[in-house]
């Protein structure tokens, strides 16, 4: 399960990466620290942010979505979306605490009602 409240971008704005062309910039939620009433171990929570599944669009690239072609219902997603992603991908980078991916476009598997439900398996 993932823990919402730990993303915090607006700080860090000014000093994020703008991305470029068809890419998208998201910030990877941390995992909860507790399962029920079971304090993970340190160990756990890091393996399990490496492969996270789960970010919040902070921002896209001019060209994402553009393609009518590829795209043509539109976006999937749109900056201030949660949204779900394939373990392991993306460009992986952190400014201060926080952990950011930098997708693709076609990456996005689909946006996230209500994130904090979300676990990878």
Known sequence: MY???SVSV???LP???Q???YRILVAVAKMAEKKGSILLPH???TLESTASIVGYVVSTGLDAYGDPAK???GPYC??????????????RFKVGEQE?????DDQVEGVVPEPTLVERV
């Open 3 to 5: 823990d919402t409240e």
């Open 100 to 104: 950011f991916r930098v997708l693709s």
């Open 71 to 73: 795209f043509p219902s």
């Open 19 to 21: 991305p470029s062309g």
């Open 15 to 17: 000093n994020l990466p």
């Open 10 to 12: 607006d700080k860090l």
């Open 78 to 91: 749109t900056a201030g979306d949660w949204v779900l992603f394939h373990s392991y991908s993306g460009t």
């Open 43 to 45: 160990q756990l929570l």
